[in-house]
């Protein structure tokens, strides 16, 4: 049979947010496939140019609307390399604390897009409840639901609403709970398992090699996450395990993700038990000096990563912003050749895709 | 939760059992050092895990597999180009997964050549990263698969991070 491209977007349910997979099909067998990204590119790092370290904070939330707390946190890591401040140990827990439970919203986001991606519609609703709230406790530390704009350069913008912490550990009982639930929600579907294992396998070298990070390459067999890496904030106080799986197909990638989750309700239960009182916040200049910094961070989607070179002014000469999916969805076609057209979904929907943060 | 499991440090990488301490690092230093004796400049420690270095731009493919194959380094996480007034500066962030190290790899063209070889042989994650510094900063890349427009159309007739490019009306 002739082979022939087909498009899957930019307008396809698969593709959560403005892009376009080219498909080479042989019948119903993918033999090549050509991601293309771009129609979200709003020149984010030509915006900074121009603006003042502290008008980039409210930029940096809008690079992905599912983890925007991690980019908001991760652009004041890189502006405080470049100007040398040091955080309150106080801010260090909270941000912490925020971040773990952006991770979950994520992980829940991406889990109920993913089930409804394969036809199983009570898992996007459980999923979507349960996200709710951390959305809840996330709004009541910082006043908004999606675009937080809670890290400030050199702490965090206010300190915790009365009993949060009460909340927060509530909540972990409770995700906790319900995480044991979604196991025999999903693994008890026998639609989601057979679209699932053994789908989209990605070596451990092509991981590597290509440059993936995340939930993606753990699920490869890789061990390397930031947090225990790279450590930063007070993730070398906290005792959590990254979370590795051997297999590298999707279902080794929703194995990691879930996991992750109830690591994730460990680490916001150490960090607020651990808090130390004091102050949450230093003032920054507002010049930087010149020179580079440089920030790395684990986002829920892979290595987040930005370099800022400053002037001696109030703008950065240059932002550089890296995004885990941008390079994650360059690999799309080694998973996905020799697959059929009908994994597609399955596959793209594993990699958490955020159109946002690729595109800038 | 069938399958999944907690890994040691390191675990799933052969090459490169190294740990971050001061002796990996010299290590690493010595032998870059020794194999481009007059092209790399400035090697220091910069901050935790985080070493710095600065190379000519005909020895970066060479240094880049050497660092590859000999080294442990199978990541590239960052290509950034930066454009001065007398220069483009390319600075590549090299990791190693084994011992945590990352390297800041600085490379520059001159304003009237700006090209330099492309690495996407070695780490394929190179490939889209360079097309993006092709088709932001403009930058050429000799020997890359690929070198097309990724983000913008590709009709698109500027290379907008340069400054001579003015944002808004």
Redesign the interface.
């Known amino acids: 049979m002739a082979e022939m491209w087909i498009n899957m977007g930019p307008q396809h349910p698969m593709t959560h947010g403005l892009w376009n997979l080219r498909i080479k099909v042989d019948g119903e067998t993918i033999t090549d496939a050509e991601p293309e ?2 129609y979200l ?1 709003r ?1 984010i ?3 900074c ?2 603006r003042t370290y502290t008008q980039i904070l409210p930029i940096a939330d809008r690079l992905c609307y599912g983890a925007s707390l991690s980019w908001n946190h991760l652009y004041c890591r890189t502006v405080e390399d470049l100007m040398g401040i040091e955080v309150p140990e106080r801010a260090q827990y909270l941000r912490v604390a925020a971040l773990e439970m952006q991770r979950i919203a994520s992980h829940l986001m991406w889990l109920a897009a993913y089930a409804a991606d394969l036809g199983m519609m009570i898992g996007f609703i459980y999923a979507m409840r349960d996200r709710e709230i951390f959305i809840d406790l996330l709004q009541s530390l910082t006043g908004s639901r999606i675009t937080y704009n809670f890290c400030r350069i050199g702490g965090v913008a206010h300190d915790v609403p009365p009993d949060f912490e009460r909340d927060s550990l509530r909540a972990c009982d409770y995700m906790e709970k319900k995480i044991r639930e979604y ?1 025999d929600l999903y693994e008890g579907s026998k639609v989601f398992m057979m679209r699932n294992v053994g789908v989209g396998v990605l070596t ?1 070298e ?1 991981a ?6 995340g939930p993606p390459l ?1 699920a ?5 996450d930031l947090r ?3 450590p930063y904030e007070s993730y070398p106080e906290i005792d959590f ?7 590298g197909d999707c279902y ?1 990638r929703y ?2 993700r ?2 992750e989750m109830l690591e994730s309700c460990k680490i916001i239960r150490q960090a607020l038990q651990r808090m130390p009182k004091g102050k949450w916040r230093v003032l920054a200049p507002r010049n930087a000096p010149i020179g580079t910094g ?1 920030g ?1 961070v684990e986002d829920p989607r892979g ?1 987040g ?1 930005m ?1 800022v ?1 400053g002037d001696g002014t109030d703008r950065p ?2 932002l ?1 912003i ?1 995004s885990p999916i ?2 994650t969805v ?2 799309a076609k080694r998973m996905l050749v020799g697959y059929k057209v009908a994994d597609v979904v399955a596959i793209m929907g594993g990699l958490d895709m955020c159109i946002g943060e690729a ?2 | ?13 052969e090459r490169a059992p190294m740990k971050v301490d001061g002796e990996a690092d010299e290590r690493v230093i010595r032998t870059v050092i020794d194999s481009f004796p007059t092209t790399v400049k400035d090697f220091q420690k910069v ?4 070493l710095r270095a600065k190379i000519d731009r005909r020895d970066l493919f060479r240094a880049c597999k050497l660092l590859r194959d000999r080294l442990g380094f ?5 290509i ?4 001065y007034a007398d220069r483009f500066e390319l ?1 590549y ?1 090299i990791a190693c ?1 084994g011992s ?1 190290m ?1 390297l ?1 790899l600085i490379t520059s063209t001159p304003k009237d050549d700006p090209t330099v070889d492309s690495v996407s042989a070695i ?7 360079e097309r ?1 510094a092709f088709d ?1 900063m403009g930058i050429g890349f000799n020997n890359h698969p690929k070198l097309e427009r ?4 590709k009709d698109f007739m500027y290379h ?2 340069r400054k001579e ?1 003015k ?2 009306p």
């Not at chain 1, 590597?208 to 990070?213: D, P, R």
């Not at chain 2, 069938?2 to 990488?13: D, T, V």
């Not at chain 2, 901050?47 to 985080?50: P, Q």
């Open positions: 990204v771009g590119h020149g790092e030509k915006i140019e121009n196991y451990k092509d590597m090699n290509l440059g993936v990070t753990r490869s067999g890789v061990r390397y225990k890496d790279m395990q990254p979370i590795t799986h051997p297999d080794a194995c990691v879930m996991e440089l790395r290595e990563m370099y070179v000469y240059r550089k890296r941008f390079v360059s690999a595109d800038r | 939760m069938a399958g999944s499991r907690r890994g040691a440090p390191g675990e799933g990488i901050g935790a895990g985080v199978e990541h590239i996480s960052m950034s180009a930066i454009e600075v962030h997964y945590c990352l800041e780490w394929g994650g190179a490939n889209w990263q993006e932001l990724i983000l913008l159309p907008p991070l490019y944002e808004g």
